[in-house]
């Protein structure tokens, strides 16, 4: 009887045991379970991230855009000093490098190169063309296509705004006031 009542309370014991512990089918649905949930959430944060790149290539063009009028300022022309440069061409190509270079050795601005997607930034200085030219200052944005200029022309050739995906402003010409 004592050997019964032994025998009976390990099997009490293995059957409650076996009922705490969790099956592997249970562990694999909880598993992708959180994966759903991780990949939903990692879909929802791709939007937030563009959102803080395109924040950051507006901040970094506000701050080129402060150097540019410091240095037009100093020099009556824009950067880099005469009209014939290689980064006064479209589309944009790493000819911004010597308009880096012109306002970092005046010590306006730090080294910004390339836009958060890793393009140059588009820069056309036409701030002393004869019949009043524009100077776009801009990034292409996430696609990389240079849309403003050829989606957005005015009838003088440059573009009326900085549109679809890009980023930027359109400096105004000589002595009028900041964009901004």
Not at 64 to 79: G, H, K, N, S, V
Not at 141 to 147: M, S
């Amino acid at each position: 009887m004592f050997l019964n009542h032994l025998s009976n309370v390990s099997e009490r014991d293995l059957n409650s045991s076996r009922k705490k512990a969790f099956t592997l089918i249970e562990l694999l649905v909880v598993i992708a379970v959180i994966g759903l949930l991780s990949s939903i959430v990692l879909v929802s944060m791709k939007g937030a991230r563009e959102k803080a790149r395109i924040a950051k290539a507006q901040q970094e063009i506000r701050q080129i855009m402060t150097a540019i009028y410091l240095f037009r300022d100093q020099y009556e022309q824009l950067p880099p000093i005469g009209d014939s440069c290689p980064a006064c061409s479209n589309p944009c190509s790493n000819g911004w490098v010597a308009v880096m270079d012109a306002l970092v050795n005046e010590g306006l601005i730090g080294r910004v190169d390339k836009d958060p997607w890793g393009n140059y930034y588009c820069y056309d200085d036409n701030d002393n063309v004869c019949c009043g030219g524009c100077t776009p200052l801009y990034s292409m944005g996430p696609n990389g296509i240079n849309d403003s200029w050829f989606n957005c022309p005015r009838a003088d050739g440059c573009p009326q705004s900085i549109c679809n995906d890009d980023v930027g402003v359109i400096l105004p010409e000589g002595d009028r006031p900041y964009p901004w």
